[in-house]
């Protein structure tokens, strides 16, 4: 079909020869990618509309028009994101009837080879993407199925840089991708692991954070001890999923070979909990000093262990679960207002229970949106940066990263809310309780002065300057507990627990 569609941005009618005459509008001829073949997977509105485009004769009556050109638009935003850093699942959600993770993932599959090399079961392959999205809840503004489908989709982009894949082979496998008992089945098992944290990364999530479901002693935490509530659950609960006869597309793997699929996948997913942060980014600090880069030759790549490796993984889906931070502007900011519906609503439920009211979801204060500068500067950059230091084809994400950061310090509303310097870590509640009450753990900059910074409400935002007053990244010169007290307090982690830090 595509080999057979005439490049016509400007007209409103397309025809095949020797089939109907189709009526599509300029802009659904612009999603198409012209000279891409089309998927033979099923997957939403494929089967239609070759059923449609293969008609012998006859005009299309407006409702067949109207699923064809939808096909086409799904089609069309499918083979783009192939080779694409973004891609806007909230479109793709809209085209699908609210199937952008099925969707997406099948067409991965399909198109990264996975389908062919494990003669896997396509409908179970489905059933398993389909059970995802049927698991969140569709009220959830933020933790909802196109939230997981942009994670996957962002961390297939970061596989598709040769390095990455090395650092995938190495992890799951314990050997180089050179090594001469690699083979590509292990490489693409490899990447599908990844794919498959990414699909599960948040199975189930119910729009509330860790911090609430401990203080309502909700049955996962309970579970879980109150220890990484969430992602504990993610993982085991996914798993599970994964493991359902329906489901189970990996049947046929050995059982060693299952085994690192299982684990590789848990360690992934639990590394997303927010708590555990700022030890990660010190981990792949510590790293990156293990390692020469010289001439621009990444050598890190070519020489990381197992260990190094499944540690890169971890922070690769850290960056896709952050993803729209590097996305273009517009996309981004509708995330961001998202999760600041979501925290709301759960601040609405605390209130209702007569529960202390979590940071940043107190409607009557400010929100996420008013407080992403401190947000890129004590968490984001840090660990954008230093991921682009270990993996230099991931930079477009830190570009991505750089020019958000850059729009928020320029935003009235932002710096009306919550005033920050270049040289302070700010905008950080005080106290071991993300709630509004305070405390003195964090009131005072390494000098012992205290910051003087104060929030909307008059409350104090402890700030810790760098000793050398350069730029935020510069950690040297604080000790382990202040950046330990400060990440712990930081709306980053409003509700993540706190064990280890």
């Known amino acids: 079909l595509h080999d057979a569609l005439p490049i016509c941005y400007a007209q409103e009618v397309i025809t095949w020869p020797g089939h109907s005459r189709i009526m599509c509008s300029a802009s659904d001829i612009f999603f198409m990618n012209v000279g891409r073949a089309m998927s033979s997977v099923p ?11 293969t008609a012998e004769s006859g005009e299309a009556d407006h409702h ?11 089609e069309g935003i499918l083979h783009a994101a192939i080779g694409a850093w973004h891609l806007d699942t909230l479109v793709l959600a809209e085209a699908t009837d609210n199937r952008p993770l099925s969707t997406l993932g099948v067409f991965l599959f399909s198109q990264l080879g996975f389908v062919d090399s494990f003669q896997l079961d396509i409908e179970k392959v489905n059933n398993f993407f389909v059970n995802i999205e049927d698991s969140l809840n569709d009220a959830n503004s933020y933790h909802n199925r196109a939230h ?31 090594g001469a008992d690699v083979t590509a089945a292990d490489c693409s098992l490899a990447i599908m692991t990844c794919l498959i944290a990414a699909a599960l990364h948040d199975y189930e999530h119910l729009g509330l954070t860790n911090d609430y479901l401990v203080n309502a002693c909700h049955e996962r935490a309970l579970c879980y001890e109150g220890k990484h509530v969430n992602e504990k659950h993610h993982a085991a609960a996914g798993l599970e999923l994964l493991c359902q006869p329906q489901c189970n597309f990996l049947a046929a793997l050995s059982s060693d070979s299952f085994g690192r ?17 700022n030890g990660i980014v010190s981990e792949l600090q510590k790293m990156l000093g293990n390692y020469a880069f010289e001439g621009g030759q990444d050598l890190l790549m070519l020489q990381a262990t197992a260990e190094d490796s499944r540690l890169m993984l971890q922070v690769a889906l850290k960056c896709a679960d952050l993803g ?8 981004h900011l509708k995330w961001v207002q998202r999760l600041e519906h979501e925290f709301f609503a759960q601040g609405d439920l605390e209130k209702q229970l007569g529960l202390s009211i979590s940071f940043l979801m107190d ?11 401190g947000f890129f500067e004590f968490v984001v950059l840090p660990l954008f940066k230093r991921f682009a230091s270990a993996a230099p084809g991931t930079k477009p994400l830190l570009e991505g990263v750089l020019n958000n950061f850059h729009r928020w310090q320029m935003s009235p509303d932002d ?16 106290g071991s309780s993300f709630h509004d009450a305070p405390s ?8 012992g002065k205290s910051s003087g910074a104060s929030s909307p409400s008059g409350e104090d935002w402890p700030v810790l300057s760098s000793a050398s007053g350069d730029d935020t990244e510069d950690l040297a010169s604080f000790s382990e507990d202040e950046l330990a007290s400060c990440i712990n307090s930081h709306p980053a982690v409003a509700c993540a627990d706190r064990e280890g830090q």
């Open 440 to 447: 003195p753990s964090c009131a005072s900059s390494p000098s």
């Open 363 to 373: 409607r009557s204060k400010p929100g996420v949106t008013q407080s992403q500068q």
């Open 261 to 277: 699929v299982c684990d590789i996948v848990t360690e992934m997913i639990l590394a997303t909990d927010m708590a555990k942060n």
């Open 148 to 178: 997981v489908a942009s994670v996957m989709h962002s961390m297939h982009a970061i596989l598709h840089q040769d390095a990455m894949k090395r650092v995938a082979v190495t992890a799951f496998t314990g050997r180089s991708l050179e």
């Open 43 to 53: 997957m939403v509105g494929y089967s239609l509309m070759m059923e449609r485009c």
């Open 415 to 430: 710096k009306e809310g919550m005033p920050i310097s270049r040289t302070a870590f700010s905008k950080i509640s005080t």
């Open 324 to 331: 729209h931070l590097a996305m273009p502007w517009d996309l």
């Open 64 to 74: 067949e028009t109207s699923d064809i050109r939808s096909a086409c638009k799904v």
